[in-house]
């Protein structure tokens, strides 16, 4: 069964240094998502993303974070200037219309 | 806040038993689903049910919705160890963009 992979699985990066955050969606999906899990919280909505253009952003989702889907198979997290409260684990998402969203297994980012 | 809300927050159980947990939202939806989540690993779909339902079965698991009282349930029969996981109800108000709000979560233990 295809699934989404996201890579690195954990990342560990200085505070004020910029972080790039890899998925590749399953391949005849048309919408991607992030989400972001901090540790022992729920499960939160930060962006998503349709037609090359982002669709809806969370209130989380600051001037720091931006998405792209640069080649048309990978799908970006990029924020810019990492600070500590942004350690949390990072889940992309897709799906196709009307179908339940398929989750990776996350990226673990730690802030330091 | 549109977020669901599970309860128990923990629930520990024999093998065999029936585990059931709660999902409480406060706005309209146009579904409801769970998800389960191995610890340190991504969210994996279980079911759907749209707001005009009130009933679902897959396999060992059932899931009911009362929309005149904004809750779920989820029901899954016949535990096993391998249920052990978290398990989070998350709600969509809107059709297409599949923006997921999900609750805190039930941390389920199914004992040998």
């Known amino acids: 069964e295809p699934e989404v992979t996201q890579t690195p699985s954990h990342q560990v990066t200085q505070m004020g240094q910029e972080v790039i955050l890899r998925c590749v969606p399953i391949?005849?999906?048309?919408?991607f998502y992030w989400y972001r899990q901090i540790l022992g919280q729920k499960v939160e909505f930060l962006v998503s993303?349709?037609?090359?253009?982002?669709?809806?952003k969370s209130e989380i989702f600051d001037d720091q974070f931006s998405v792209e889907r640069p080649d048309g198979s990978n799908f970006t997290l990029k924020i810019r200037s990492t600070k500590l409260e942004d350690s949390a684990m990072y889940f992309c998402?897709?799906?196709?219309?009307?179908?339940?969203?398929?989750f990776g297994n996350g990226t673990r980012l730690t802030v330091t | 806040s549109q977020q669901g809300e599970e309860d128990p927050q923990a629930l520990s159980i024999q093998e065999g038993e029936n585990a059931t947990m709660n999902c409480s939202y406060k706005?309209?939806?146009?579904?409801l689903q769970w998800y389960r989540q191995n610890s340190g690993r991504g969210l994996v779909h279980l079911i759907l049910i749209r707001s005009n339902e009130r009933e679902k079965h897959s396999g060992r698991l059932r899931v009911t919705l009362d929309t005149s009282k904004k809750s779920s349930s989820l029901l899954i029969t016949a535990s096993r160890a391998a249920d052990t996981a978290s398990y989070f109800c998350?709600?969509?108000?809107?059709?297409?963009?599949?923006?997921?709000?999900f609750g805190k979560g039930t941390k389920l233990t199914v004992n040998p």
């Open positions: 998402a897709s799906n196709s219309v009307g179908s339940p969203l398929h």
């Open positions: 993303f349709y037609n090359n253009e982002i669709s809806e």
């Open positions: 706005t309209s939806i146009n579904n």
């Open positions: 998350a709600i969509s108000s809107q059709g297409g963009s599949e923006k997921l709000v």
């Open positions: 391949s005849n999906h048309l919408y």
